[in-house]
């Protein structure tokens, strides 16, 4: 069974910083992609950003340049740090398989960003 647990959200400022980390258990970590998804109030859950095993990234446009998604398989850690952060980040953070490669496991609590004005 896997068990994920998103950690670091938080309230800050416009234009501030947070870092994300999400702690995996079980053998999905070292051997799939994996992506941070997003799910903003009355919104859908999407993947903003995705990491392969070999440490390939992507982004979606509305995050590129100010999100780094990074993974340590070592210990079975993901990373998202958001620079920049903007109102319109406000979400709950989760992290799964990236959904391009397969479907996505049993999801996490996720973690809240608020960013306030």
């Known amino acids: 069974q896997v068990l994920l647990v998103e950690l670091g959200g938080g309230l800050v400022q416009s234009g501030g910083s947070l870092r994300l980390t999400c702690v995996a258990s079980?053998?999905?970590?070292?051997?799939?992609?994996m992506g941070w998804y997003r799910q903003a109030p009355g919104g859908e859950r999407e993947m903003i950003a995705s990491i392969t095993t070999g440490g390939r990234t992507k982004y979606v446009d509305s995050v590129k340049g100010r999100f780094s998604i990074s993974r340590n398989n070592a210990n079975n850690e993901m990373y998202l740090q958001m620079n920049d952060l903007k109102p319109e980040d406000t979400a709950v953070y989760f992290c799964n398989v990236d959904q391009e490669w397969r479907a996505p496991v049993s999801w996490g609590r996720g973690t809240q960003v608020t960013v306030a004005t």
């Open positions: 079980g053998s999905i970590f070292k051997t799939n992609p």
